[in-house]
């Protein structure tokens, strides 16, 4: 085992983050034959076989399970033990990564995240923005952004947007050719653009008025995965829509979408930044938080 050195253990570590050869290798900036001729050769020191690989999946073996439970752990003490050092630092410097869905990160975490990089110049950021519940920690990232009701209980949140409204939008153009709906009742009559989650989850429109919590399924014509392209499609006349009121504030100011049932869309808590408990922050991720509170007072 005298020939395993931390380098190698940490491209397994990548490799079994992202089940993928093709993501690990450009995390590690070195191209997938070169990351799958050192796990061959890792795999060959230890006498095991770490990974089953097709050519359409990576999976831990079960002792590449074991071995990731293990080494996980004692990488991310050596990582924050790293980032400790930045305390010793006037600023801190270092790569923040951060996960969002689409919407959350194009209306929410950017513009943030552009004023935190004037602050701290010396720091870089990563944002990968999906719309899938990404488990932060198994990703590598340091917090996420997700809405508040959505998030785990063991996480600590910190909100890093104002509260959020959910409305139901229409183009003129339709509602000349529709009734406009009273109820929530009345949309199952109505063409309405579904929304699917990349869970496959269909979206049931969830509505409230004086303290009654209504979820209602909708049909339409129209199935779409992203929450942009269901502005779009509305625009279009393609249906109703039941999506952010920031997203639409301009259209609706401009009269190409009308709001509709307002009364039964209240607003709720906004986006949080979200991260794991630690014994010892990074120093990256407590500026980012220490920064995005100072704003908030402001």
Known sequence: MKDISPVDLNLFLCIARHRS??????EMNVSPSAL??????????????LFNRTTRSVALTAAGERLYARLAPAFQDIADALEDLNSFRG?????????????AARMVLLPVVARFLRAYPEMRVEIDDNDALVDIVAGGFDAGVRLGERLEADMVAVPVGP??????????????????????????TLPCIRHRFPSGALYRWEFERAGVEVETEIDGPL???????????????AGLAY???MQVAEHL?????????????????????YYPSRRQMPATLKAFV??????RQA
């Open 21 to 26: 050869f093709t993501r690990a290798a450009v």
């Open 36 to 49: 799958s001729h050192a796990l061959r050769t890792l795999e060959e020191r230890l006498g095991l076989r």
């Open 91 to 103: 600023k801190p410097s270092g790569l923040l990564r951060l996960s969002a869905g689409r919407i």
């Open 163 to 188: 509260p959020m409204r959910s409305i139901v939008v229409a183009s003129p153009e339709l509602l000349a050719r529709i009734p406009a709906p009273r109820s929530p009742q009345d949309l199952t």
């Open 223 to 237: 199935m779409l995965g992203d929450v942009g392209l269901m502005v779009d499609a509305a625009l279009a006349g």
């Open 243 to 245: 999506v952010f009121e």
């Open 253 to 273: 100011a401009a009269g190409r979408l009308v709001q509709l049932l307002a009364d039964w869309c209240p607003s709720y808590p906004g986006m949080h930044l």
């Open 290 to 295: 220490d920064f995005i509170r100072e704003e």
